[in-house]
């Protein structure tokens, strides 16, 4: 992929380029606040925890290196296939993902394709020790780490 090229942007900065970044970030479920092309505390939270979660400096800048990661994971197709989970699913990605915290070392129990209380205190635990927000709930930015430790 070439060189992103978009304006740096930071608490204040308004217009399209603002607007897109926020639509960005839903896209990620990170949460920005409206998408209404004005950069304000919301958005820079937003872009804070997606940096963080990304290995960048989270200064809530949206520079060229914040500008290719937000690319490069909403680009990033195979999203599409991964369904959020949480307590309660079960099945094949439920499966996939008691594996993937198995050899993280973030799960000890059955790989049984029921997501139940341990599965969902792996997740959790998993979730804190990546930086992520402890929810329990699997979406694209707990795949992504998954698939990041998986590799």
Not at 67 to 79: E, I, K, M, Y
Not at 103 to 108: E, T, V
């Amino acid at each position: 992929m070439s060189a992103v090229t978009e304006p740096t942007l930071q608490q204040g900065s308004s217009g399209e380029p603002v607007r897109e970044v926020q639509r960005l970030l839903n896209k990620l479920n990170y949460a920005p606040g409206q998408t209404d092309g004005i950069f304000g505390s919301q958005t820079t939270e937003a872009v804070k925890a997606f940096q963080k979660a990304s290995s960048l400096t989270a200064d809530g800048i949206v520079g060229q290196r914040t500008w290719q990661a937000l690319f490069n994971q909403t680009s990033d197709d195979s999203n599409s296939n991964r369904p959020t989970l949480q307590r309660g699913s079960t099945g094949k990605a439920v499966r996939d993902l008691q594996s993937a915290l198995k050899a993280s070392g973030d799960y000890s129990g059955q790989v049984d394709g029921d997501f139940g209380s341990g599965t969902e205190a792996a997740v959790k635990s998993f979730q804190r020790r990546v930086g992520l927000a402890t929810d329990g709930i699997v979406g694209n930015n707990t795949w992504n780490k998954v698939e990041q430790i998986a590799a």
